[in-house]
């Protein structure tokens, strides 16, 4: 037990409160961004003091820094264990997470590529389908914004064609949340003209995506001298 954890038994602890009151309880039933400051600070510090609560505590450390954030993150473990019932361990607590949410607030995330048009897409296959000597079929799965949610291959055969079963593809997308996709695949020949097969898995393609709430947006035939595009084509209808 840390110095300053509350032994008192006429004192309410957080732990003697209703359950829908308790800041861990509403953090796992509500989610972080219904808890206040106060109850989010609460905790980490994650027990009181005979006199105080953690949540008491967790107020008072807040009024001290004008209720603002930055200034609290601006304390050091030294500042924070000034207060009664603020130990080594919660200190570095408050301070870790506080600059933990300084980063992530700094921090950029990287912008998804937006793949609107074959050629795009094609750019994105090219250095993994061109130069096989046997035939894949891969995924571009994408969001409603066109933008890029993971490339992945779905089978692999020999040099005259592969399987590409559409429940596989369709589970591989769902899995993923695309709500579009692009289905590649490769002629190690060379030869760009799609082949009666391929014009079969397109329509069931199209057909399952419109079962699906998935648009299926292109097929692409890819060698290393170029691409076959269907939507180009007037072929995805």
């Known amino acids: 037990m840390e110095a300053g954890e509350s032994t008192n ?15 861990r309880e509403r953090l796992m039933a509500q ?9 989010l600070v609460a905790i980490l510090i994650r027990s009181g003091t005979p ?9 008072h450390l ?26 080594e361990a919660k200190a570095l607590s408050i301070v870790a997470a506080l600059e933990l949410g300084m980063r992530r607030r700094s921090g950029t995330r990287p912008e998804r590529q937006r ?3 074959s050629a795009q897409v094609y750019e994105e296959v090219r250095a993994v389908l061109a130069d096989l000597p046997h035939e894949e079929f891969w995924l571009v799965l994408l969001d409603r914004g066109l933008r890029l949610i993971e490339t992945l291959p779905v089978s692999r055969g020999g040099i005259h064609g592969t399987v590409a079963d559409p429940k596989v593809i369709f589970r591989k997308a769902l899995e993923r949340g695309a709500s579009c996709m692009v289905v590649c ?13 391929d014009l079969k898995l397109t329509r069931k393609l199209i057909e399952g995506g419109r079962l699906m709430d998935i648009l299926v947006q292109d097929h692409l035939i890819v060698t290393a001298e170029g691409y076959f595009s269907f939507a180009d084509n007037g072929q995805m209808h």
């Open 31 to 39: 989610g972080a961004k219904a808890l206040s400051d106060a109850e």
């Open 185 to 197: 695949h490769n002629h190690p020949s060379g030869q760009l003209r799609p082949s009666e097969e």
């Open 115 to 117: 793949l609107s048009t």
């Open 62 to 87: 807040l009024a001290e820094a004008k209720n603002d954030l930055n200034n609290l993150a601006a304390l050091t473990p030294a500042d924070l264990m000034k207060r009664k019932g603020i130990g």
């Open 9 to 23: 038994p006429q004192h309410l602890r957080i732990p003697d409160w209703d359950k829908r009151d308790r800041p």
């Open 51 to 59: 006199d105080l609560s953690a949540l008491e505590l967790a107020k």
